[in-house]
């Protein structure tokens, strides 16, 4: 995942690497990544709030 904790190159290829994250805000999170991430967060979070019940065809595409 994008700005997650694991990385997959040694600490010492990556540590001041200007080639890896060009952008030192993002490092390459896209808006439609954080819009996806958004999504889902709150489809988990209606469904811990008993939508799965309540408001199926929200939560389920039929």
């Keep these: 995942m994008p700005g997650g904790a694991k990385h997959e190159i040694i600490p010492s290829q990556h540590r001041n690497n200007s080639v ?3 952008n030192k805000y993002n490092q390459g999170v896209t ?27 929200w ?4």
């Design 20 to 22: 890896l994250h060009q």
């Design 31 to 57: 808006p439609e990544i954080r819009q996806s991430d958004r999504q889902l967060h709150w489809w988990y979070r209606a469904r811990e709030q008993g939508a799965d019940d309540l408001l199926p065809e």
């Design 59 to 62: 939560i389920y595409d039929k």
